[in-house]
Structures are given as C-alpha cells and as structure tokens.
C-alpha cells in the first residue's frame, strides 16, 4: 500500500525595503513547507527566497498583500524543480520509523522579554 503525503507551504516572515519610489517592497520571504503522511506525522522545511524586483506597473502596497498572492510569489521564486527536490526530502522523513512530534512553543530569545 502506498503512503499519501500531503505538503503545505507556509509565508513565516517577510523582509521589506524601500526601492525608489516604492516603499516596504517585500525583497526576501522565510517560509515552511510542511509534509504530512496519513497518520499524521508531520515533518518541516525551512527555507527563504529572494523575490523578484519590483515592478512598478504593477506593484501591491504592502498592506493590501494577502496570504494567497504572497504564497503564489514564494512558489513561483523557489521554482518546480526545487519545490520537488525539497518535497522529496519531506517524503523521505516520513518514511522513517523514528519520527517524533513533540509539542513545539515558539517563545522569544532571553534577552529581548
């Protein structure tokens, strides 16, 4: 029987910067894309990707970016093949036996609470 993955990518943080006339011009996104097999089991991949120059003809303002255009932007810069390299890497955890999902909290370093 064959195992079913499903794999979901994840917009985490954005960098901006102000080109020209334009400002807060999304220049570098941090992502996840996450591997999931039936049973539940989840597994990561961090990365980042620098975006495209802007363009001003059909440049979005910052604060009307959704989730969707960003998303389509980050996969369309990592590209199929590398997409399918980093999926093959996520199938390839799953399939271990030792696959542990601890409860994971996202807190702050020391030194800046």
Same mark, same amino acid.
């Given at each position: 029987? *064959?195992?079913?993955?499903?794999?979901?990518?994840? !917009?985490? $943080?954005?960098?901006?910067?102000?080109?020209?006339?334009?400002?807060?011009?999304v %220049?570098?996104?941090?992502y996840? %894309? +996450?591997?999931?097999?039936?049973?539940? =089991? $989840? !597994?990561?991949?961090?990365?980042?990707? #620098?975006? /495209?120059?802007?363009?001003?003809? #059909?440049?979005? /303002?910052?604060?009307?970016?959704?989730?969707? $255009?960003v998303?389509? +932007? !980050?996969?369309?810069?990592?590209?199929? #093949?590398?997409? *399918? $390299?980093? *999926? @093959?890497?996520?199938?390839?955890?799953?399939?271990? @036996? @030792?696959?542990?999902? &601890? *409860? %994971?909290? =996202?807190?702050? &370093? &020391? +030194?800046?609470?």
């Open positions: 029987m *064959t195992t079913k993955h499903t794999f979901s990518l994840n !917009v985490d $943080r954005l960098e901006t910067c102000d080109q020209g006339q334009l400002s807060d011009v %220049v570098k996104a941090f996840t %894309v +996450w591997g999931e097999d039936q049973a539940g =089991n $989840r !597994v990561p991949y961090y990365g980042s990707i #620098d975006l /495209p120059a802007a363009d001003a003809g #059909d440049f979005v /303002p910052f604060e009307e970016l959704g989730k969707i $255009r998303t389509e +932007w !980050v996969e369309l810069a990592i590209g199929e #093949d590398e997409m *399918t $390299r980093i *999926t @093959d890497q996520l199938t390839v955890q799953l399939a271990q @036996d @030792d696959i542990v999902n &601890p *409860t %994971v909290k =996202n807190v702050a &370093p &020391p +030194w800046m609470q």
